[in-house]
């Protein structure tokens, strides 16, 4: 499943993963299909500030 | 009196025990395959200069200045040097960076062919980035910002260290990293939930399976803290009861 950990309006994080196997001290939320994660974080004007895409 | 003493000097010397040679006063050698032309990301630093060895037709440059065997390169005067590295030649050869304790910074990656080759046992690592399937040893007596091994597989071991993390990987053990025992797991959860972290950076552990799968049970209370210290943390489906392992699948609620 797809799942986004939130800050407040931030998106610290998004990724796939099996479900509970995910623990955060923010804001978890779970989808079934990427579109669904994405129109979720288009619909409510989250800001994406993940910056580990590749490694620095 | 000569006979006699020449007689205990024998028999102490006979009972003299030779201890293992501290990791960290070997050699920092990096071995390069034959033929292999500068690819992948390799980062070093050191705590203090150090005398660079090269073997066989390898050839070393940093930030354009080319170095020879006998050579003292500095430290980083930021956080690393980038390494420039080519083999021409139809042997592999060498490049050897002082001892391995005056090795502080560690990043190759994106290299997936196990073309270079060293050992990182007794480094005195901060930092500690690798993404190469050729570099082994054991993670261990480091004080480190960062652990990232992506695609390793069980080529390394995890002893004790602690953690200061700075960095916004924080700790991710990915791909098809795995350490091969509970016992390991159970002392990096303990190390990282007793570290200090300055962010919200991740703790992530994406492969494993019920054979090296920590018990609940020894380390529950460290997952407690851990999960009020990592920004978030992520554990492999085979720990979970529903995957065969022992962790509840409402670890992420235990609070102690």
């Known amino acids: 499943m797809y799942y986004i950990i939130k800050n407040g309006n931030q998106v610290l994080h998004m990724d796939m993963a099996e479900p509970n196997t995910v623990g955060t001290r923010y804001e978890l939320l779970w989808f079934d299909t990427e579109a669904e994660m994405l129109q979720y974080i288009e619909d409510n004007n989250l800001d994406i500030v993940e910056v580990e895409n590749e490694i620095d | 009196m000569s006979g006699l003493g020449l007689g205990l000097g024998l028999g102490l010397g006979a009972h003299r025990k030779v201890g293992a040679k501290d990791p960290g006063e070997l050699p920092a050698t990096f071995t390069i395959a034959a033929g292999f032309v500068n690819t992948g990301t390799k980062r070093i630093n050191f705590s203090e200069p150090v005398t660079v060895t090269i073997t066989g037709d390898v050839t070393l440059s940093i930030s354009g200045t080319e170095y020879k065997s006998g050579d003292t390169i500095p430290k980083a005067t930021g956080q690393y040097h980038t390494l420039i590295i080519d083999n021409p030649g139809a042997d592999a050869g060498t490049i050897t960076f002082g001892k391995r304790k005056q090795i502080t910074f560690l990043n190759f990656a994106s290299l997936v062919l196990p073309v270079i080759t060293a050992d990182i046992t007794g480094m005195d690592l901060i930092h500690l980035t690798i993404q190469v399937p050729g570099i082994t040893g054991d993670i261990n007596g480091m004080d480190l910002t960062r652990l990232y091994l992506n695609n390793i597989g069980s080529s390394m071991t995890y ?98």
């Not at chain 2, 016992?183 to 992530?204: C, K, M, Q």
């Not at chain 2, 399976?209 to 529950?220: A, E, G, Q, R």
């Open chain 2, 159 to 256: 002893g004790t260290n602690s953690f200061n993390i700075t960095d916004t990987y924080g700790i991710h053990l990915i791909g098809d990293t795995m350490f091969s025992t509970a016992a390991e797991y159970v002392r990096l959860i303990h190390d990282a939930a007793n570290g200090t972290w300055s962010g919200a950076y991740p703790f992530i552990i994406t492969a494993g399976t019920n054979d090296n799968c920590p018990d609940w049970d020894d380390v529950k209370a460290d997952v407690a803290m851990l999960l009020e210290r990592a920004a978030w943390t992520i554990i492999p489906s085979a720990w979970l009861t529903t995957g065969g392992g022992s962790w509840p699948v409402t670890w992420k609620e235990y609070t102690g």
